[in-house]
């Protein structure tokens, strides 16, 4: 805690001597190592403590600046040592200010009476004209909003979550505003009732209002050029810049806006991406990505998910007003000019191509291409299970993580297969194999949810379906007798039965977070209840979920065998594991070869087009090799073939060890 004491006679006397004012001189504090020297043209008003003034700054460029005051009115402000403030066309007031912040520049830093920062800010997303409003605050994680913008069945629920979040807001109201330490502010507009954290860096910014930039050393903020804010919260790590423009919207951890990104009542968690774009009232989760400057988002929930250029939606049927809203589950991508009418609702990791407004709800049928013919819509169920993009999608998310700060909101499962996604599939084929029963299998074509299926592809759905299960169960199998060296079946068995009940029945992804439906229950039960009353304790609930992930993924795969394989668990024996890890063998292999395979289109000869300047055909083979390299050495190929012998040698090891056991 710092000491204060009042200036003495002759440092007023030199103050006023450097063009320096005070209503009051006595409310003026000054630490025991104060100088003046440092202090010229500044105007002191309401009560002002004063840090001291030793050390220089070195800006870009080389140019050395000294600590101090020059040309500014600070009112009711504590400041930190060894700051710089310069040049405020206006005045800063209502302000402590950090250790190390330099400040030049700027038209106005102010707190005007009792202001929550951002906190509690209303954003009505998914659904403009409300109803579905997420109340924002420093400690909101996707999976909090997931709850609380679409659990409105359950009213208490969301009456405590409001309550927990108004606590919050109350608790941390105040009519003082705080920027950190070495905080940097330079050329900017209008900053009102925003809380700016440590190792922020604001520069050109036209305009900040009420809101909160949870900046900090190990993960800084920078909010850029033209940049202007109004009703927010800005998360450590991130990035706003070039003319971005947020009204009533959350940025979570590592999310990069620029180049004149517009959004309102929107909400965006880690690692999201907008640039060039617009996006209304939508629930942005985790890598949700858009680059575009003809696309907008709206109303519409995504995760892990890249829009296309020019892909838009509606929300709007001009009858009741833009009332309606859909889910993008994650993963899913669309295409360039791409086009759905909301209400609708498209499959995790699903590709969407061409205009839909037939309100298609394809959740059960992941993996899939919905693609427009004659304003019909063509489902090709299960095909992305084998597209060389969705594996490098899986494989990138991780790589991209860009979340430097050690205190991570958003609990994000990467698997592209887990129980949430596998579920599905067995929702799929039950689906499709009822498609066939009904309509027969000589049937052309079969109707599903407003789209059009071809048998072919029911026929291919089905099976690619049935390879990602066994690939999933399989892998699951093979991890939890890994390393082991059993004598007798029964040990088997014991090896293999659960650690816990929980990971039975159906599972949920919660904007990023796989876990299963009993224990989100659980968690909304201990809201409604009072038993869980603060957002610590809720984030605390999610990080619990998210590390026991694996160990409630057994449970969940350890009940399916009977049901996929036909193989009561409580009776498997070492040769039912050998034919399990033959099928998954069969399963995994097989898969790579489609997507290596997928993979070499892109090394076709139609894809050298544009290749070679003025030359031949053979010039044209140089550049492309040249640029893009040749097949066989491309890291994902390589990467794919690796994989086909890993998991060739993981499985073959486990067939030696059973077959050891009967022998």
């Not at 039912?576 to 292999?589: L, Q």
Request: with cysteine; hydrophobic share 35%.
């Amino acid at each position: 805690m710092k000491t204060y004491r009042n200036l003495t006679e002759g440092e007023i006397l030199q103050l006023k001597a450097q063009s320096c004012l005070a209503d009051n001189w006595e409310k003026v504090w000054v630490t025991e190592n104060f100088d003046t020297e440092y202090i010229h043209h500044t105007r002191f008003s309401g009560e002002v403590k004063l840090g001291a003034f030793l050390t220089e700054f070195t800006l870009p460029g080389g140019i050395k600046k000294h600590a101090g005051l020059r040309h500014v009115t600070l009112h009711n402000v504590t400041l930190g040592d060894n700051c710089r403030i310069e040049n405020i066309q206006n005045y800063i007031a209502n302000y402590v200010i950090g250790d190390h912040t330099f400040i030049e520049n700027v038209d106005i830093i102010m707190v005007d009476g009792i202001s929550k920062f951002g906190n509690g800010v209303e954003v009505s997303v998914l659904n403009e004209t409300g109803g579905r409003e997420v109340l924002i605050n420093d400690k909101l994680c996707a999976h909090q909003a997931y709850i609380q913008a679409l659990y409105r069945h359950r009213p208490e629920l969301i009456n405590r979550i409001r309550e927990i979040t108004d606590y919050y807001s109350n608790k941390y109201a105040s009519s003082t505003g705080t920027i950190g330490n070495h905080v940097m502010i330079i050329n900017a507009g209008a900053i009102k009732n925003v809380k700016i954290g440590d190792f922020c860096h604001i520069e050109g910014t036209c305009r900040l209002e009420n809101g909160s930039i949870n900046s900090n050393k190990e993960a800084p903020v920078h909010i850029g050029y033209s940049v202007i804010c109004e009703d927010f919260i800005i998360s450590s790590g991130s990035h706003v810049d070039d003319g971005t423009v947020l009204t009533r919207c959350f940025v979570g951890q590592a999310c990069r806006l620029g180049h004149n990104y517009s959004a309102s009542d929107s909400l965006f968690f880690s690692n999201c991406q907008g640039e060039n774009g617009e996006a209304c009232a939508i629930f942005a989760g985790p890598y949700t990505v858009t680059h575009h400057k003809s696309t907008l988002l709206i109303a519409g929930m995504f995760s892990f998910m890249n829009a296309g250029s020019g892909s838009n939606q509606s929300n709007h049927m001009y009858k009741l007003g833009p009332i309606h809203q859909g889910t993008m589950e994650r993963g899913a991508k669309t295409t360039s000019d791409s086009y759905i009418l909301w209400p609708a609702r498209v499959g995790a990791f699903s590709l969407v191509m061409g205009r839909h407004v037939h309100h298609a709800d394809t959740s059960n049928l992941p993996f899939s291409y919905l693609i427009e013919q004659s304003d019909t819509t063509y489902l090709v169920p299960g095909v992305n299970l084998r597209s060389v993009g969705t594996i490098r999608d899986a494989q990138k998310w991780p790589k991209r993580d860009k979340r430097t700060d050690p205190n991570k909101l958003d609990f994000i499962n990467y698997n592209l297969l887990s129980p949430y996604t596998i579920q599905k599939m067995f929702k799929g084929r039950s689906i499709l194999k009822d498609l066939k029963r009904v309509s027969g299998e000589i049937s052309e074509l079969y109707s599903y949810q407003s789209t059009k299926i071809k048998s072919s592809s029911l026929n291919r759905g089905l099976k690619m379906y049935e390879t990602g299960i066994q690939k999933f169960l399989g892998n699951s199998i093979i991890k939890r007798l890994e390393g082991i060296q059993f004598k007798s079946n029964e040990e088997i068995r014991q090896r293999l039965k659960p650690d816990t009940e929980i990971g039975v029945g159906e599972w949920v992804d919660i904007s990023g977070l796989i876990a299963p439906k009993s224990e989100i229950d659980k968690l909304m039960c201990g809201i409604e209840s009072g038993e869980i009353n603060r957002l610590r304790c809720i984030n605390e609930s999610f990080e619990r979920m998210h590390k026991n992930y694996y160990t409630y993924e057994w449970t969940w795969a350890y009940n399916k065998i009977q049901e996929f394989y036909g193989i009561d668990p409580e009776a498997i024996t070492a040769q039912d594991i050998i034919h399990i890890v033959n099928m998954w063998k069969d399963a995994v292999v097989g898969l790579d070869k489609l997507v290596y395979e997928d993979a070499r289109k892109e090394f076709s000869l139609s894809s050298m087009t544009g290749f070679g300047a003025d030359g031949s055909r053979d010039d044209m083979k140089l550049d492309f090799e040249y640029v893009r390299g040749d097949f066989e050495s491309n890291p994902f190929v390589t990467a794919v073939l690796k994989h086909i012998d890993e998991k060739t040698a993981l499985g073959n090891e486990l067939i030696e060890r059973m077959t050891l056991l009967q022998s």
